[in-house]
């Protein structure tokens, strides 16, 4: 009965509309900001290790590694696998094309958390929610997105996380799930405990070093199989156009499920990369905008990328026509599910280190998976902010952690599709409420951007002047200006007064 009900809204969620629409409303976005993606690839990596953490904010590389430690999770190892076991090759072409298209709406929905922040109880504040109600003026469509966070990212989605934990660490070693889990949450409970700063530095050094442990170990397997790099990628280029007789007819397969688990990877559009966006210190809201849309290259084409050509190289997949229930078209291994994949796809390439990629990749998403559940309840505890103050707040913070605690666990002893069925659902409220509310709120984001790229013209540390600029309700710039000009003016006449003695 539960599956059928989960089915049918991930029918609704998940319909040609979606698949579709995110793409259009990707392009659109390269468009109005004259592929922004590409013309500042160079300024994004520089901006990255730009400015400081304040009391209340986090720097634009802390901001970084938390939206990164959402973004690269279960989806980059699980979520690709299961791309290539449903839609094929050609779907990991798909989700390239999501990924290009996807890093201009990343830029609109962190500029737009940086326009509309908010500073409360000493820490920034913001996501869809705040610039939602902000932008249009309606706190009902705010409220809104803000339960449907809570809901995906406390209940529903945390299961997808642990659930791939316990499989592969009970694939590489042998550990019963629920003693995972209770590790996983043992870990956890101390470090959300700690709130956002405890966070950011946990993400700071967690991410990039397992991200770039994943890579070279991905590099590694292609060195070892240089020459088959032209027929892999012909494999993947023919597979998403059903030019590869194997895959015909499976082109629509391909693009729902290379979009599908580009957006779950890669969270474009999705809305939850704002909120790390909000919580950075700069001096304008394009820079971090800037930053977070580099943050879906690094996702999509560098660690998902790995792990698919890992998988394709080594040949360790199945396919099955759409779903798990459709026909058979690829079977290489047997006995195996799309969790396995990548796993037998370091064990074959590494076969001297007697089950290696087991260990290995069990220990990468590990930590991946774990850093995006930190990430979810980061961006649960930002929508309890909004919707509450007060005593009301601390009282529901605390039982938030306690959630997120709870369905941790629960996801590791819960099996795979549900989980993902669960995780699904949530990813696609989520996006359906934020698109629509960043294609309604655009204009600011594409405001900012002109005014920082005119500042960089004339050689100046852009600075952000809403009122200049007829952006309405960005108090908090409006607030931080006129603080800053009396700092200004006070070192000014301290200054005279040195000169007079």
Request: contains cysteine; hydrophobic residues 50%; aromatic residues 12%.
């Amino acid at each position: 009965m539960i599956e059928n009900v989960v089915g049918w809204l991930n029918s609704v969620l998940w319909g040609p509309v979606m698949i579709y629409g995110i793409l259009v409303v990707g392009l659109l976005f390269t468009i109005l900001t004259k592929f922004v993606q590409i013309r500042k690839l160079k300024e994004m990596f520089v901006l990255m290790f730009s400015g400081e953490k304040s009391e209340a904010g986090v720097s634009s590389f802390q901001a970084l590694t938390i939206a990164l430690s959402g973004r690269v999770g279960t989806g980059n190892i699980i979520g690709t696998a299961s791309a290539i076991a449903f839609g094929g090759p050609g779907a990991v072409f798909w989700m390239w094309i999501t990924a290009f298209v996807g890093a201009s709406t990343a830029y609109v929905e962190s500029t737009l958390a940086q326009i509309y922040k908010e500073k409360k109880n000493g820490v920034y504040r913001g996501g869809p929610a705040y610039y939602i109600e902000k932008g249009t003026g309606k706190r009902w469509f705010g409220v809104l997105f803000a339960i449907a966070a809570i809901i995906a990212v406390a209940f529903l989605m945390p299961g997808v996380q642990s659930n791939a934990i316990a499989d592969t660490v009970n694939n590489a070693f042998g550990i019963e799930p629920w003693i995972t889990g209770l590790v996983v949450v043992a870990i956890l409970g101390f470090i959300i405990i700690g709130g956002v700063k405890r966070i950011a530095n946990a993400a700071q050094i967690i991410v990039p070093f397992m991200a770039i442990a994943y890579v070279l170990l991905a590099v590694i397997v292609i060195i070892m199989n240089i020459t088959e790099v032209p027929a892999v990628f012909s494999l993947i280029f023919n597979s998403a156009f059903t030019l590869d007789a194997t895959f015909g007819g499976m082109i629509g397969a391909a693009i729902s499920w290379g979009v599908k688990r580009a957006i779950y990877s890669n969270e474009a559009g999705q809305g939850t990369g704002p909120h790390a966006a909000a919580a950075a210190e700069v001096s304008h809201p394009a820079k971090q905008g800037l930053v977070q849309t580099a943050s879906i290259y690094i996702d999509t084409l560098v660690v998902c990328t790995a792990t698919a050509l890992m998988i394709l190289f080594m040949g360790t997949y199945n396919v099955n026509n759409g779903s798990a229930d459709g026909e058979v078209i690829v079977q290489n291994v047997e006995g195996q599910t799309y969790t396995e994949f990548t796993q037998l796809a370091v064990n074959e390439a590494l076969t001297t280190f007697n089950n290696f990629g087991s260990g290995f990749v069990a220990v990468a998403l590990f930590f991946f998976a774990f850093t995006t559940i930190m990430a979810y309840y980061y961006i649960a505890e930002t929508n309890v902010a909004y919707l509450f103050s007060g005593k009301t707040e601390a009282i529901l913070t605390r039982v938030l952690q306690l959630v997120i605690i709870v369905s941790t666990f629960y996801g590791t002893i819960r099996t795979s599709d549900l989980a993902w069925s669960f995780g699904d659902i949530g990813l696609g409220l989520m996006v359906w409420i934020n698109v629509i509310g960043i294609l309604i709120l655009m204009k600011p984001a594409l405001i900012a951007l002109k005014d920082y790229e005119m500042q960089r013209k004339e050689g100046k540390d852009p600075v952000f002047d809403p009122v200049k600029l007829g952006i309405k309700n960005a108090d908090f710039w409006v607030t931080y200006n006129k603080e800053n000009s009396k700092d200004t003016n006070v070192k000014d006449d301290s200054k005279e007064k040195s000169i007079e003695r």
